[in-house]
């Protein structure tokens, strides 16, 4: 069945770097787009990074433009985000995501097929 498998959370001090990886495994659509999405404890869902199905398109929400890249090895079907100058605020649970029909925005796609998350701590 289709599934993604992310790898890559831990915990940093501020100003620290992590890379999140995750590879999409079964997925039958060879396009689709991908990204990133984030939970902090008692906060909502929030998109983070994404790009689209033909490659061409990247977004980043704000907080983490300048910081964050995300990218893409087709050859392997994974994705990855690398995280540089980590501060408190980034702390949350990390779910890569992929929608063929790229219902959403920023990385967070509701209808499409997530990952299990993985944890990023940073603090001091």
């Known amino acids: 069945r289709p599934q993604l498998a992310e790898s890559g959370g831990g915990s940093v001090q501020p100003g620290g770097s992590l890379k999140l990886s995750c590879e999409v495994i079964?997925?039958?659509?060879?396009?689709?787009?991908m990204g990133w999405f984030r939970q902090a404890t008692g906060k909502e869902r929030e998109g983070v990074a994404s790009?689209?199905?033909?490659?061409?398109?990247?977004t980043y929400t704000d907080s983490v433009k300048g910081r964050f890249t995300i990218s893409k090895d087709a050859t392997k079907d994974t994705q990855y985000l690398q995280m540089n100058n980590l501060q408190p605020e980034d702390t949350a649970v990390y779910f890569c995501?992929?929608?063929?029909?790229?219902?959403?925005?920023?990385?967070?796609?509701?209808?499409?097929?997530w990952g299990p998350g993985t944890q990023v701590n940073v603090s001091s």
């Open positions: 995501a992929v929608d063929a029909l790229c219902r959403g925005t920023a990385g967070y796609y509701p209808l499409g097929l």
């Open positions: 790009i689209d199905r033909d490659g061409r398109t990247i």
């Open positions: 079964d997925y039958r659509y060879t396009a689709y787009c």
